[in-house]
């Protein structure tokens, strides 16, 4: 089944502990990005890839990093994680930024 | 800096009401535009973009680059269209801000039997 995968589905925290949260999509697709849901301002973008080894800033991308060295795989990494960090993380893919295929999300918790 | 302003967080209409969820952009560019759908307990899923210019579950937009809007409407609104609904913004394949996707803050829909 074609989808895109995210690990974990939920995570509480501690601020400073750094964490990973992993993305892998099994359609081939050259594309993947990194959104935040918050409520009342929406999705917001943290990162996007256009290929392998080429990554991109978003609207918020502050205290997250991002790699691409696999063309399935594009992981969001918080190296010290803060309690503002607290959120939905969604990840996509696609051929193009045309249609995505969203995940399931992930919700962090920061204490 | 590319924007999308959607300006109803709820909407409420009943069923078999016209309905129109509203949204406004601000891009220098030429952009490419989408609605992307969340129903309950599904995974966001695109709707319609400008570009294919299609219609889907009978809902159209029309981008109106003069007004810099993109406005969703349904002439009879179902009880199933009950969802949270982004619209998004993208620059154009080939441009410097393709891949940078701006999404609008949401709007709920409610539609009642």
């Known amino acids: 089944e074609a989808q895109v995968t995210q690990n974990p589905r939920y995570l509480i925290t501690v601020t400073g502990k750094k964490l990973t949260v992993t993305c892998s999509q099994n359609m081939n697709h050259e594309y993947m990005s990194w959104y935040r849901q918050d409520p009342g301002l929406g999705l917001r973008q943290i990162y996007y890839?256009?290929?392998?080894?080429?990554?991109d800033k978003g609207d918020v991308p502050e205290g997250y990093k991002v790699s691409r060295k696999e063309k399935r795989n594009f992981p969001l990494i918080l190296e010290s994680p803060s309690p503002n960090q607290t959120s939905l993380y969604f990840c996509?893919?696609?051929?193009?930024?045309?249609?995505?295929?969203f995940g399931e999300g992930s919700r962090l918790t920061v204490l | 800096a590319q924007r999308v302003t959607q300006p109803e967080k709820l909407l409420s209409v009943f069923k078999g009401a016209p309905v129109e969820l509203k949204c406004n952009y601000s891009?220098?560019?030429?952009?490419?535009l989408f609605w992307y759908v969340q129903y309950s307990r599904q995974r966001l899923q695109l709707l319609l973009r400008h570009i294919s210019r299609e219609s889907i579950k009978g809902f159209t937009a029309d981008l109106n680059k003069g007004e810099t809007s993109f406005h969703l409407k349904k002439p009879f609104a179902q009880e199933e269209d009950s969802a949270m609904y982004y619209c998004a913004l993208s620059g154009r394949f080939g441009g410097t801000s393709y891949g940078k996707l701006t999404f609008g803050q949401g709007t709920i829909l409610t539609v009642h039997p």
């Open positions: 891009y220098s560019g030429s952009p490419e």
């Open positions: 890839s256009m290929n392998v080894e080429v990554t």
């Open positions: 996509a893919s696609s051929f193009n930024t045309g249609e995505l295929f």
